[in-house]
């Protein structure tokens, strides 16, 4: 993996190239490193937690742990949709505080391909004036006549994990 390191004015970033796991929102695509994927699951219960932000859903129980799950959708203020076949759960590896890494779920609407992505495909994310443009995003990638943005994933849950260390 190379990198590429993105200087303006917002944020100083470095891209990594690599593989990311793509996935969609609203219609729109998103990619994850995928060496922060633990699994991809179908849509199941989710155990409500009383108190939780809106966009944390609750938690599940994948094969004995106890799982925060968080709604990609309703975090990004992205209209809510209903539930379709390709609905899935996207478990990722994140650290969790205090140097111990956390499973957590991400609901998508549909999980796409798996890209390997170079420097020379990647551009820096402009800047909307919005924190996840920024501080969330590692870049924007062109592919296959596209535009996919990178996230950062630590970065996107950072928030999330505070409350639900305890689970």
Partial sequence: MSNLTFDDNASNTT???GKFLTFMLAEECYGVEVLKIREIIRMQKITPVPQMPEHVKGVINLRGKVI???DLRIKFNLLVAEETERTCIIVVDVEGGQGVNQLLGLIVDAVEEVLNVSDNEVEPSPDFGTRLSTECC???AKV???VKT???????????LEGTVGF
């Fill in 144 to 146: 296959k006549d596209s």
């Fill in 15 to 17: 891209f990594t190239a």
């Fill in 150 to 160: 990178l996230l950062d994933i630590e970065k996107v849950v950072s928030g999330e």
């Fill in 138 to 140: 590692l870049g924007i």
């Fill in 68 to 70: 925060p799950v968080v």
